[in-house]
Nanobody, 126 residues
Framework: QVQLVESGGGLVQAGDSLRLSCAAS????????MGWFRQAPGKEREFVAVISWSGGRTAYADSVKGRFTISRDNAENTAYLQMNSLRPEDTAVYYCAADGPFRHRVGVNRDEYTYWGQGTQVTVSS
């Protein structure tokens, strides 16, 4: 079992930055790929970014590439999403998720993820 708790969301202006954190319970965090997804009102939950269990592989949605950076600290059981140059269209509830253990490739589909956090709201005003 992996329990995930997101934090760091808030209300910011376009062009600002935020860093989201995802704190995981359990001693198996380092064996799970960690993904970030987001869901805007009336829309499907969509992939944002993923980092492999080792931290050696990452993938991003085209819409955030070059602006968002995913990272992890396995010693602290925490994954991060650094979001720069935020846009109003980034407004959504952001969820972290865990996929594993020890997957051979990083997943970009929400169905591949077993454990989910409760989400944190990010609102970007224009």
């Amino acid at each position: 079992q992996v329990q995930l708790v997101e934090s760091g969301g808030g209300l910011v202006q376009a062009g600002d930055s935020l860093r989201l954190s995802c704190a995981a319970s359990g001693r198996t965090f380092s064996s799970y790929d960690m993904g970030w997804f987001r869901q805007a009102p009336g829309k499907e939950r969509e992939f944002v970014a993923v980092i492999s269990w080792s931290g050696g592989r990452t993938a991003y949605a085209d819409s955030v590439k070059g602006r968002f950076t995913i990272s992890r600290d396995n010693a602290e059981n925490t994954a991060y999403l650094q979001m720069n140059s935020l846009r109003p269209e980034d407004t959504a509830v952001y969820y972290c998720a865990a996929d594993g253990p020890f997957r051979h490739r990083v997943g970009v589909n929400r169905d591949e993820y077993t454990y989910w956090g409760q989400g944190t709201q990010v609102t970007v005003s224009s």
